[in-house]
């Protein structure tokens, strides 16, 4: 019997089920040399976000991936992948160094969003998500985003304003949670599925609209040639955005953000 479509909520569960690959799966599949890096230089080593300096295909490269743990213990030291302020300021200091060198920025995105505690908004939470996505925005080196797991409000968005942004098939993003969009329309988060269809939170509809380029298919997820071929492909998309001049490329990201949500046929109001 022929399976009919995928559920988005079903995709969510996919997104966030235990043993999906992590951040550091692919740091350590795609990269050689990797050299971690710590510290926003004002408060302290956010261990939610995992970011430093590495080869691909022997290219010096800066990769910053937001990290939930594997184990029990590893998620806690983690913070289940919620970053604090200093997570974006460290995020954003690597993204700073790498623009110094000439080096291209890799993000990979898998976050529920950013820990939303009394400590984090003391520290100034929103600001940091808020100059991390200015600063990318703004960045005069090739930039490349992967959302790998759930693609959680401002918290993924930080580190989502790059040049080509790519979606793991089973990787969702949207503003909100299906839980928490449905207790607050519905008073009920019961109700997550149908919220999650509503959200149009899935890659195909994120493609759809335009908020991505591609979608990154999951059959061999977590196997040698799956992250070969990855490998491979951001190369190639490095290769391509590193020919283009610095001010075309910042001007091509702006314009690619700043024509989210325009109609494409014109015509009068």
């Known amino acids: 019997m022929a399976k009919g479509p995928v559920k988005a909520y079903d995709r969510v569960k996919s997104a966030r089920q235990n043993g999906r690959p992590t951040g550091v799966d692919y740091i350590e599949h795609m990269f050689t040399d990797f050299i971690e890096l710590h510290g926003d230089r004002a408060y302290a080593d956010d261990k939610a976000i995992v970011g430093g300096i590495a080869l691909l295909d022997s290219r010096p490269v800066t990769v910053i991936a937001i990290e939930k743990g594997r184990t029990s213990k590893e998620r806690v030291a983690h913070n289940f992948g919620a970053p604090h302020p200093e997570g974006y300021r460290k995020a954003l200091r690597l993204m700073r160094q790498a623009e110094k060198f000439g080096r291209p920025v890799i993000c990979l995105v898998d976050t529920s969003g950013a820990y939303c505690g009394i400590g984090a908004e003391e520290r100034g939470e929103g600001q940091a998500i808020a100059e991390c996505i200015t600063g990318m925005m703004a960045l005069k080196t090739p930039a490349i ?3 790998i797991g759930e693609g959680g409000s401002g918290g993924a968005l930080a580190l989502a304003v790059a040049d080509r942004v790519w979606m793991l098939e089973n990787a ?3 503003v909100i949670s299906p839980e928490g969009c449905a207790s607050i329309l519905w008073k009920d988060a019961s109700k ?7 959200l149009k939170l899935t890659a195909q509809d994120a493609l759809a609209l335009g908020v991505i380029e591609d979608i990154i298919p999951e059959q061999e997820l977590g196997k ?3 992250y070969d071929k990855l490998r491979v492909k951001i190369s190639r998309e490095l290769r391509e955005l590193s020919s283009l001049e610095i001010q075309e490329l910042s001007r091509r ?8 949500g325009v109609p494409e046929t014109g015509g009068d109001a």
């Not at 997550?192 to 509503?198: C, R, T």
């Open 224 to 226: 040698d040639t799956f």
């Open 145 to 147: 985003s992967i959302l």
């Open 172 to 174: 969702v993003y949207s």
């Open 192 to 198: 997550a599925e149908e919220a999650a269809e509503s």
């Open 253 to 260: 990201r702006f314009e690619r953000f700043r024509n989210l």
